[in-house]
């Protein structure tokens, strides 16, 4: 190997993505932005996209979990051309390229492992773990960078073969240039040096016989005909090794795209402590995948970079805009018409929640009414069990709620504790009724009135505009302020500060139910 090492990947091949995520219980936040962008990329340059289950971590591995990992990605719309079978419901693997598992492609290792051997790119290692031990905290009390001091890497063939017949534990090592720079590229940051005398004799083969992590992902994308690879920017330190091992073995590397972290609002690393972390969290508080997909496409995208601009000012896509004058709703569909690796940023993105908020209510105000009953019905049921009303039950009325609050919802679980006031008895106290500077006397006196005039309304008129008109009438004619009648309404019909207007509200109670809380609003006055 030449002193200075300059390594890069070649661009002229079959586009070929890969999610490769580890079986360990749930789609974390994180990964859907990873499995978005290698969607998003295939699509856009007319290649493949492949799943291939990372598992060679046994003591990670959740029963079950592959299953629930491809229940989750096809809920959100990801579609593989090859993977495990499961991807089409089948129980032969979809592809060419054998099992798309790693834990049923040992013997592939093994048969690479000792390619490398030969070609004395790896050596074994035989320490102890107590050495290992004791040699780390060796490094950090002189304040070295811990890392294998490669005791092992000069050791003759005989005394290999020697510490081999004798049944000795071992880990096969990679072997990394002693001297120089390493310089590769990234899509995104361009080239990157690294000092080789930073990098690690990294294990690729634990004691079982196991490949690691770096060593199998290798093999796989090499085997699978990757292209492109998309991980986060937390994987760079292990660049170097990655590319050496592919020229190690004398293969061409894929195109690396390191994508930039995604942090929460306080500027750490995304964890439970700031939030959900699991795509399923999210799905069971009411979020649609239209809007994950849609947040998610824009932690460290944009599509004002390059190109993209040029597509939407030629309205070859469509979306509600930002204050700005910028898109901000995109499709699937729509984004992959326009997404650019050179529009990926490399400055860390933000996880909003309160914009996630408001791209998931957009969604929920677009969709279509009967649909969006369907979803809602699962976080109604303990409102329904509220109530003894069988009008309370019927499809009609529930309907009638839910469109009721399609404007304010921002995702599906806010319909129940929204619409409770519907289904149940309200409590609240005298004062929610009391507007401005009125008195109660005044408040009362204007309560009764709007109880008289609805009371004799007949009830082939108890609509929405009708209740409007006559109210709003009567009220003008009085010369008085519409306000100081409408918010006692407002509030004894649901005993909240914020709701609905009085009207659409009266309209789906019924006139029975309204005037018997307005009068019970009157009563507590």
Same mark, same amino acid.
């Given at each position: 190997m030449t002193k200075n090492t300059r390594l890069r990947q070649a661009s002229a091949r079959q586009v070929r993505l890969r999610f490769a995520p580890s079986p360990t219980g749930y789609l974390h936040i994180g990964s859907l932005r990873t499995v978005l962008f290698n969607y998003l990329i295939a699509k856009?340059?007319?290649? &493949?996209?492949?799943? !291939?289950?990372?598992? $060679?971590?046994?003591?990670?591995q959740v029963e079950g979990a592959m299953e629930k990992l491809i229940e989750i990605l096809d809920w959100i719309g990801i579609k593989f051309d090859e993977g495990p079978g499961a991807i089409r419901g089948k129980k032969e693997d979809v592809g060419k390229h054998g099992?798309?598992?790693?834990?049923?492609?040992?013997?592939?290792?093994?048969?690479?492992?000792?390619e490398l051997l030969e070609k004395d790119g790896v050596y074994y290692c035989f320490c102890s773990s107590e050495r290992l031990e004791?040699?780390?905290?060796?490094?950090?009390?002189? &304040?070295?960078?811990? !890392?294998?001091?490669? $005791?092992?890497r000069e050791l003759s063939k005989e005394q290999v073969e020697k510490e081999l017949k004798s049944g000795k534990n071992?880990?096969?090592?990679?072997k990394m240039p002693l001297e120089g720079e390493v310089v590769i590229q990234d899509e995104l940051r361009g080239d990157i040096k690294f000092k080789a005398q930073d990098l690690e004799d990294q294990v690729l083969i634990k004691s079982n016989g196991v490949p690691t992590y770096q060593f199998a992902n290798v093999v796989d994308d090499h085997l699978m005909e990757i292209s492109h690879v998309v991980r986060g920017e937390e994987w760079i330190p292990s660049f170097p090794k990655n590319i050496l091992l592919y020229k190690a073995f004398g293969w061409t590397p894929p195109k690396f795209i390191h994508m930039p972290l995604t942090l929460s609002k306080e500027g750490g690393k995304l964890s439970k402590r700031h939030g959900d972390v699991a795509v399923e969290d999210y799905k069971n508080k009411g979020y649609l995948p239209e809007a994950l997909i849609n947040f998610s496409v824009l932690l460290g995208w944009s599509p004002y970079a390059s190109t993209g601009a040029k597509a939407l000012a030629d309205k070859k896509v469509s979306g509600d805009k930002h204050p700005k004058g910028e898109q901000e709703i995109f499709t699937l569909a729509e984004a992959a018409k326009i997404f650019k690796i050179k529009d990926i940023g490399t400055s860390p993105a933000v996880f909003d929640i309160e914009k996630l908020d408001y791209i998931n209510g957009y969604y929920i105000r677009q969709m279509d009414l009967d649909k969006l009953v369907g979803l809602c019905k699962p976080y109604l049921e303990e409102n329904l069990k509220k109530t003894a009303d069988s009008r309370q039950q019927t499809a009609e009325f529930i309907k009638k709620v839910v469109a009721l609050e399609q404007e304010r919802m921002k995702k599906l679980s806010e319909i129940g504790e929204l619409t409770t006031f519907f289904f149940a008895d309200i409590e609240y106290p005298a004062e929610l009724l009391i507007w401005k500077k009125l008195s109660k006397?005044?408040?009362?006196?204007?309560?009764?009135?709007?109880?008289?005039?609805?009371?004799?309304?007949?009830?082939?008129?108890?609509?929405?505009?009708f209740i409007e008109n006559t109210l709003i009438t009567y009220i003008k004619a009085k010369n008085q302020k519409v306000g100081d009648f409408l918010w006692p309404m407002r509030a004894a019909l649901t005993g909240r500060k914020a709701s609905p207007g009085p009207f659409e509200v009266a309209e789906v109670l019924g006139k029975s139910e309204s005037l018997k809380r307005i009068k019970e609003g009157v009563d507590k006055l």
């Open positions: 856009n340059l007319k290649g &493949k996209l492949i799943l !291939r289950i990372e598992d $060679t971590d046994q003591k990670r099992s798309y598992t790693q834990s049923e492609r040992l013997e592939v290792y093994k048969k690479y492992t000792k004791k040699m780390r905290a060796d490094q950090q009390a002189k &304040k070295h960078p811990p !890392r294998y001091d490669r $005791t092992c071992y880990v096969i090592r990679q006397k005044e408040v009362k006196n204007n309560l009764t009135q709007v109880y008289e005039q609805l009371k004799k309304m007949a009830d082939k008129n108890w609509t929405k505009n």
